[in-house]
């Protein structure tokens, strides 16, 4: 590659590592053109791109020599779809295949999250907020006290039983049907 821009783009805007990515099948070939620019934001965008069109157009091999380069799976979006979306398309993979490489570039996707997570705390921007579980059943102490002095403003009545009776069930007593308010003023009356 006597001195020529690895780049340089055609009309469609494709350099000759993505060129290559689509339709060359040499594992040999991708990585040379990968490894042409010391790395920088512009060569790491043109392996990303590379990445795009292998998992869509090209071999096992050549997908796994761009991952080897460093291609990031979710750097480089067509359509707004990643890398990894784009193997389902891709005809000369078998279904294994595509799924290997599917959970190898998730797992890469996680690992660069991650990177990026530990740089941001590295340069001293403030770690997400975490939103913390409020305990509404807790009172502080000094409301604890005043808490069992206070009559509850409304009591809980419990639901009167539906039960199903068939011929032979036998019945209950008339105290399990009724509500508990209605059994004390029943033995209350019972009582006098």
Do not use: C, W
Not at 69 to 87: E, I, M, T
Not at 183 to 192: A, G, P, V
């Amino acid at each position: 590659m006597a001195g020529a821009d690895p780049l340089a783009t055609d009309k469609s805007g494709n350099t000759p590592l993505t060129t290559a990515a689509k339709y060359n099948t040499s594992p040999a070939v991708v990585m040379a053109l990968a490894k042409q620019l010391a790395q920088s934001d512009q060569q790491q965008e043109n392996k990303d791109k590379a990445l795009v069109q292998a998992a869509k157009h090209n071999t096992a091999e050549v997908i796994k020599t761009l991952l080897a380069a460093q291609a990031n799976p979710v750097g480089a979006q067509a359509n707004k779809r990643n890398a990894y979306v784009f193997l389902a398309e891709n005809e000369r993979l078998t279904e294994q295949e595509k799924q290997d490489y599917r959970q190898v570039m998730l797992v890469l996707e996680i690992l660069d999250q991650r990177a990026k997570y530990a740089k941001s705390l590295e340069r001293g921007q403030p770690k997400p907020v975490e939103k913390k579980m409020e305990n509404k059943g807790a009172q502080s102490p000094a409301k604890k006290g005043t808490a069992s002095q206070t009559k509850p403003t409304q009591e809980t009545k419990p639901a009167a039983p539906t039960a199903t009776k068939t011929a032979t069930d036998k019945p209950d007593k008339p105290s399990n049907l009724v509500p508990q308010e209605r059994q004390m003023d029943l033995s209350e009356k019972e009582s006098n």
